[in-house]
């Protein structure tokens, strides 16, 4: 009875050993890398981590003028759910901020500028890939 016991615990062992790598990854280094594009062609890159929640501003590239920014700035991660993630970015040399909603399940997000003294500024909207 022992000697059953003791292949159950190996037989089981090697099955979850088999199974951890296909299951790990995904869990612990769940992360996308969006290429986001606005009504007017500016192009925004983010890599947003589902676990645990992060949202890292990549690059911008407005292709009106061909203007480009490497940014690599984290965003504020103010509220997450399954399907939604909300950042905030202040930016203090400009007096903005940013409100940005993200729709991880429409892979689309919405973003708010607001100015220090309470003005609005533009309301963007973008669909990802």
């Not at 016991?5 to 296909?22: A, Q």
């Not at 890292?56 to 399954?82: A, C, E, M």
């Amino acid at each position: 009875m022992l000697t059953l016991l003791k292949d159950f615990k190996l037989r089981s062992l090697g099955v979850i050993l088999l199974v951890i790598p296909f299951i790990s990854p995904q869990k612990i280094n769940a992360s996308n890398y969006w290429t986001c594009e606005n009504e007017d062609g500016f192009v925004s890159v983010f890599k947003i981590n589902t676990n645990p929640v992060s949202v890292t501003h990549i690059s911008s590239y407005d292709s009106k003028n061909g203007d480009k920014w490497s940014v690599n700035q984290p965003l504020q991660v103010v509220f997450s759910n399954r399907n939604i993630v909300s950042t905030v970015d202040v930016i203090v040399d400009e007096e903005r901020i940013y409100l940005d909603i993200f729709n991880l399940q429409r892979k689309s997000f919405i973003s708010r500028e607001t100015f220090f003294d309470g003005s609005e500024g533009i309301i963007q909207n973008y669909k990802c890939q």
